[in-house]
């Protein structure tokens, strides 16, 4: 690895190398993360990155793009096979962008939007008042019940009766149960608004089998590729034919230049590892390891928010053992656990040090780790939110989880 770089500038070669080895060294439990196949850096590090090819496949503005247009259309199919979806535009830039050229496509600015708020486990994207899209759309936000820490399906709709919003947008970063797309869908159609689901998080359960798929009935889906899906940086947008030319057009002209050919072909490449049956066992042991994951700390008296999980992550309350999220987060940090200090409902603590921590499996399955491994990462994360303040403790799970990580590398042969 890095044969051309470690001679021509070893001060960036060592940072990545650096970086490989903490991958290699740390428990990675943050849910958004993950580790894509070689096959796949192979494509985001190679020449397609050299082309501009903006406009779509056989219809661009520059010459030479037979190879371009050829990665394109791999990808393109390839999604499509694999969500089951009309019709995909493969050029987003990442996640954020993708949604925001959907509001772009098929709203005004100014329009009333529902979607999910980010306390609650929406994401930034979905109306914050901080980002574009809470300033330019008009967000009425819905969230969980207090009580179930559940979405109340019959309150959403009864919101979007009130409301009349022109899209309704579902989909979730820290939401720890199953989300309802196709009654998200009948509230929508119910009111004549747009549904979209935003499956960024779950869409490798999703082509597993995991978790219910948004398709047919949902207007519009967005994903990012390199969640659970263990593809590149990246971003898709799927949707009914009736929408196709207003999104594509969005995409390009309308926000983005040239598409980055090197991370199309590099989806291309991670559709086809998740249209494999490997994968569907793949996707369903992230969520068998969360299962375990969860049912380790409930024993070790932590919280979990809803009671459990059904998907990749789980919302760890820490009031029980009266450690905020920014302590457990630094104690983990310093015993090579990493996961991220994350608000629960309602949370009485600010978001800067919150009571809780998200945690998610993907990556330690990526890794070939199964519920036997879930266990001993539970009590190991149990055991350092429980002497947070310990240094002697923490340098002793740090031992414990440098073992076990030595026993499942990230990459075999890099
Ligand atoms: C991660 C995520 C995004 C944003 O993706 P980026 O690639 O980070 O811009 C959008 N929506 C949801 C639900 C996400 O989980």
């Not at 989806?267 to 994951?293: H, M, S, T, W």
């Not at 999980?309 to 029980?320: A, C, F, R, S, W």
Request: with cysteine; net charge neutral.
């Amino acid at each position: 690895m890095l044969e051309h770089l470690a001679k021509t500038d070893p001060k960036v070669a060592e940072v990545i190398r650096n970086e490989l080895k903490r991958q290699q060294q740390v428990l990675e439990l943050i849910p958004s993360e993950n580790i894509v196949s070689p096959s796949v850096l192979d494509a985001v590090g190679s020449v397609l990155t050299n082309k501009y090819s903006e406009g779509y496949p056989r219809k661009r503005y520059y010459g030479g793009n037979e190879f371009a247009d050829q990665a394109e259309e791999l990808a393109i199919s390839r999604a499509k096979e694999l969500f089951g979806c009309e019709h995909v535009n493969v050029q987003p830039y990442s996640g954020s962008p993708a949604n925001i050229e959907v509001y772009f496509a098929l709203l005004q600015f100014g329009d009333k939007v529902m979607g999910m708020s980010l306390s609650e486990g929406g994401h930034l994207t979905h109306g914050h008042k901080v980002n574009f899209s809470g300033r330019a759309y008009h967000f009425v936000q819905y969230g969980v019940e207090k009580d179930t820490e559940l979405l109340n399906y019959g309150k959403i709709e009864e919101i979007a009766k009130k409301e009349q919003p022109k899209m309704i947008v579902s989909g979730a970063t820290a939401y720890p149960r199953q989300i309802d797309f196709k009654r998200f869908a009948e509230i929508a159609e119910s009111i004549g608004a747009i549904s979209m689901a935003d499956i960024s998080h779950i869409a490798g359960l999703i082509v597993s089998g995991a978790h219910p798929s948004p398709f047919p009935f949902t207007d519009v889906v967005t994903t990012t590729t390199h969640k659970t899906l263990r593809g590149p940086r990246s971003a898709i947008i799927m949707c009914k034919e009736k929408y196709a030319k207003p999104i594509d057009k969005a995409v390009f002209p309308g926000m983005q230049g040239g598409p980055h050919d090197h991370v199309t072909a590099a989806k291309a490449v991670c559709f086809a590892e998740a249209l494999k049956p490997e994968f569907k066992d793949y996707g369903r042991q992230i969520v068998k390891n969360a299962r375990a994951l969860g049912e380790e700390l409930s024993s070790q008296g932590l919280r979990l928010v809803t009671g459990g999980t059904d998907n990749h992550l789980l919302l760890v309350d820490l009031q029980p053992l009266n450690v905020t999220g920014k302590q457990a987060e630094e104690a983990l940090d310093k015993a090579n656990i990493t996961v991220n200090k994350n608000t629960i409902p309602f949370d009485p603590r600010s978001p800067f040090d919150p009571s809780g921590i998200r945690l998610g499996t993907p990556t330690l399955t990526s890794r070939g780790m199964k519920e036997k491994q879930m266990e001993k990462v539970g009590e190991l994360i149990a055991r350092a939110c429980k002497n947070w303040n310990s240094e002697q403790e923490l340098g002793e799970v740090k031992k414990e989880v440098l073992a076990l990580c030595g026993e499942f590398p990230v990459y075999e042969d890099l």
